[in-house]
């Protein structure tokens, strides 16, 4: 079958993505209660027994809530940085020191015939990361919780077949909103969430370089954004960069809160 993946969910109330080859499934991030992501698995018919690993990029609460409970559920391995190690420890719970796996930032390594590459990220967390997933000649990226996307990320994104992006926020909506203004701050800073806007202008060099068939806008603000805004957005930055593409060529995809993503196939 190859490489393919479902987003569980994304938001900032809770994030998960499997992604699966044909002979391992993992789990990047748990930011729901176990017991919600045993039925979003469900409705994407992914048992439990059946994943192999679970990847963790950041220590906040939306991305590992119910990390502790599944993985003593399920007996998994847990692949984590040390910084990170060391900052989500009390929040998930005692597990077993043969879960504990360290994985090092802008290292890689394979499960099967699934392959995996860690790489840094700026953001408001202790050792924060992306992943880019390899098996089968494909090649999928998730790049979320970034408060920019430098050059370096940039290198590791492109040649991405499918490519899961932040999309956190309009700007004009995020100063307008009700939040402090030091969250804003926070948000709209280097070390916080990428807006529509960067979105938009990262993926007219990651499209320039060639590849990329689809970008899933993820990890949208409920407070800040809509999904049909952030798509205009991006779709707008792109065309005034020259990118006219047909529907069969490239497409935006939609992630969602509250309800897995289809089941898509990375081909490359």
Not at 46 to 53: I, P
């Given at each position: 079958m190859g490489l393919r993946f479902t987003v569980l969910a994304s938001g900032s109330t809770g994030n998960a993505t499997v992604v699966s080859s044909d002979a391992a499934t993992v789990l990047v991030d748990a930011g729901l209660s176990a017991k919600k992501i045993d039925e979003l698995l469900?409705?994407?018919?992914?048992?439990?027994?059946?994943?192999?690993?679970?990847?963790?990029?950041?220590?906040?609460?939306?991305?590992?809530?119910?990390?502790?409970?599944l993985a003593r559920k399920y007996e998994l391995p847990v692949y984590a940085n040390e910084k990170t190690w060391a900052a989500m420890h009390k929040g998930i719970g005692e597990l077993a020191d043969d879960q504990r796996k360290i994985m090092a930032t802008d290292s890689a390594m394979e499960i099967f015939d699934l392959r995996i590459e860690s790489y840094a990220i700026s953001h408001d967390a202790a050792e924060p990361v992306g992943y880019c997933f390899y098996s089968g000649g494909a090649k999928l990226s998730l790049a979320t919780d970034l408060g920019y996307v430098s050059d370096k990320v940039m290198r590791q994104l492109k040649q991405s077949d499918v490519l899961v992006l932040e999309s956190n926020h309009d700007v004009n909506m995020l100063r307008m909103g009700r939040y402090p203004w030091n969250i804003k701050r926070r948000i709209l800073g280097d070390?916080?969430?990428?807006?529509?806007?960067?979105?938009?202008?990262?993926?007219?060099?990651?499209?320039?370089?060639?590849?990329?068939?689809?970008?899933?806008?993820?990890?949208?603000?409920?407070?800040?954004?809509?999904?049909?805004?952030?798509?205009?957005?991006?779709?707008?930055?792109?065309e005034d960069n020259g990118f006219f593409y047909q529907k069969n060529e490239f497409a935006i995809c939609e992630t969602y809160y509250d309800k897995p993503t289809p089941w898509d196939l990375v081909k490359s």
């Open positions: 469900k409705e994407r018919d992914v048992s439990g027994q059946e994943l192999d690993a679970i990847f963790v990029t950041h220590e906040h609460s939306d991305h590992i809530k119910g990390l502790g409970a070390t916080g969430h990428l807006s529509n806007e960067a979105a938009g202008e990262a993926l007219c060099q990651l499209l320039g370089s060639g590849g990329t068939r689809r970008v899933y806008l993820g990890h949208l603000s409920q407070e800040h954004n809509q999904m049909d805004l952030a798509k205009l957005t991006v779709n707008t930055i792109l």
